[in-house]
């Protein structure tokens, strides 16, 4: 992360003017758009996808029938459309999450303005978009991962538990990939067939740890080899984050058919307002975004590009 220049303010004019200098309000805006790209796991997952910033409701579909193929047409007669030969239209609200911070006078007075609260204001935003992706918000019809994926792969014993190098980590993944590769749409088939480690792991750090930190007096052991051969065999790229529960995770295809995030309004601070009451500047981080899974088949809220890992 590259380095932010603290500013240098004079607290005597913040005390006449009751206003955030540019150059703090820049600062701090920064830092904080900054951490939240860096630790946003679930948005290197999606393919973004703008619109207008007052939209609230955002509109597509279900392919419940097969991808139609070319057709031969006589002399004179017109093609038929390309696409699904069966569409339903589907819509989602936009949701805004957010939360509010505070600077206080003690701690704008010595130029302080990414403090305790900002950075708790900034995990907390952070940790509820990715949640939103992983898990969903069922208070909210927001649907994540968990809510749509197409099968669970039970792993057969605990991944602490492993001796064998052929059993999992290794063969639960490889059985996650396998089942993306057997779903019935076409899209999906090209994408696996030709190059498994097109999907993607996501698991929590302790899974990860279990996985590729076997035998830790034993670096190289085959069992390790195994565990770290994985990911060139059966996934592309691991993603670690916290919001994924323990004995829990993901296998997946990432890109612009298989999984999005809509943004209305990307995450952004509200310039800070002095609050004379408290003698604080305050504010709120706050984005308005949703994610967004295409399904296919007759299985109403199911994507067939991601497949849970259980029971770790």
Same mark, same amino acid.
């Given at each position: ?135 969903? /918000?069922?208070?909210?019809? %927001? @649907?994540? &991962?968990?809510? +749509? ?8 014993? #605990?991944? !602490? ?33 030709? /190059?498994?480690?097109?999907? %993607? @792991?996501? &698991?929590?750090? +302790? ?8 035998? #830790?007096? !034993? ?94």
């Amino acid at each position: 992360m590259a380095e932010l220049n603290k500013p240098n303010t004079n607290p005597r004019q913040i005390e006449a003017e009751k206003r955030i200098p540019e150059e703090a309000y820049t600062y701090l805006e920064d830092r904080v758009i900054e951490q939240l790209k860096r630790d946003f796991i679930g948005r290197q997952l999606l393919y973004d996808v703008p619109v207008d910033d007052g939209a609230e409701v955002y509109k597509y579909y279900r392919q419940t029938g097969g991808m139609i193929n070319g057709q031969i047409v006589n002399k004179g007669a017109d093609f038929p459309q390309e696409g699904s030969k069966k569409k339903e239209d589907l819509t989602i609200n936009i949701r805004k999450v957010g939360l509010q911070f505070k600077i206080p006078r003690e701690d704008w007075l010595k130029d302080n303005w990414y403090n305790e609260s900002v950075q708790d204001a900034t995990y907390g935003v952070r940790k509820k978009l990715d949640s939103m992706i992983f898990y969903g /918000d069922s208070d909210y019809g %927001v @649907l994540g &991962i968990d809510d +749509i994926v197409c099968d669970t792969v039970n792993a057969t014993e #605990e991944w !602490e538990d492993v001796a064998s190098a052929s059993g999992t980590p290794w063969s639960d993944v490889k059985e996650a990939v396998e089942t993306i590769q057997t779903q019935s749409n076409a899209q999906l088939e090209r994408v696996l067939a030709a /190059d498994p480690s097109e999907a %993607v @792991l996501v &698991i929590n750090p +302790i899974q990860y740890n279990e996985a590729f930190n076997w035998h #830790e007096d !034993e670096p190289f052991s085959e069992t390790a080899r195994h565990s770290r051969q994985m990911i060139a065999d059966y996934v592309g790229n691991i993603f670690v984050t916290e919001q994924v529960e323990e004995g829990e995770g993901f296998v997946g295809v990432t890109g612009e058919r298989f999984g999005k995030l809509v943004i209305s309004e990307d995450a952004q601070v509200e310039e800070p307002e002095y609050n004379i009451r408290n003698q604080s500047f305050l504010s709120n981080i706050f984005a308005r975004v949703v994610p967004v899974f295409p399904q296919w088949g007759d299985t109403t809220n199911e994507t067939l590009a991601w497949v849970k890992l259980a029971d770790l």
